[in-house]
């Protein structure tokens, strides 16, 4: 008996991984527990009304069922605000005020840059400015983000670990590099927020792609940084194309409305979405 979640993003329409995914979250629930869904709506630009519509829709065509109120992000702002403010005051991240071509650029430069499984690990140029020169830059009102010192943090909270129903234990990596948590626009980044929507719902059980489990280690800090709960984890195959790659939305992958538009049942979708499931890395 746990409580989970299932948390899409309205930036496109569900496919057979969203559907793998909520199902697998919903059935982990198990008996007396509870299932809850979440709408990760905080990237604003490209999330659109219709598509959260069309979870809601898809959700119910597939015969999953939540209990509670759907939360939203946007409606949680300020909370992420004031944990991001907790992280600031405890000294465990910093302005970052490089452009994403600066970093680039200082990547290229450095030979055999290191590459992290979350992609290109930043090279730490802002992490060693004076406070100084930063407390100038921020008075100027140069754009920045906040970025989670790992290392740091790290030693603060001394060495950390977490468990997956499916795969193990793990330590927490101190060298995949610092994450950023807070945007530029002033909202949270995916992975503050999901840390605090967990435990604000009290989700004991995080169910998610496989994908994922390089990020679960940020996670497992910032929950530590935050007094927050640590959950137990349970990261699940991956539904894959004929090419073995991660669906996607920016790949357009298939939506589960074609699939009812096309005069598919829910339950060969599901037979379908199972068939597609890979416990490989995607490519």
Known sequence: MSITRFAPSPT???????AYSAWFA????????????????LETERVRESFVDAIYADLAWLGIQWQGEVWRQTARTEVYRQ????????????????SRQAIEREIARSAGAPQGELG?????TCRNVDSIARQRQMARGEPHVWRLDLQAALARSGPLAWRDRLAGSFVVDPTVGDP???????SASYHLAVVVDDAAQGIDLVTRGRDLIPATGIHRLLQARLGLPAPEYAHHDLVVDEYRHRLAKRDDARAIREYRAQGWTSAQVRTAAEGARSSMKPV
């Open 180 to 186: 950023v948590v807070g945007r530029r626009d002033g």
């Open 120 to 124: 290109a690990i930043y090279p730490g």
């Open 12 to 18: 496109g329409y569900l496919h057979l991984g969203h």
């Open 83 to 98: 944990a991001l403010d907790r992280l600031i005051e405890g000294g465990d991240v910093y302005p970052c005020f490089c």
């Open 26 to 41: 919903m059935e982990s629930a198990g008996e007396g527990g509870q299932f809850r869904l979440r709408i990760e709506d």
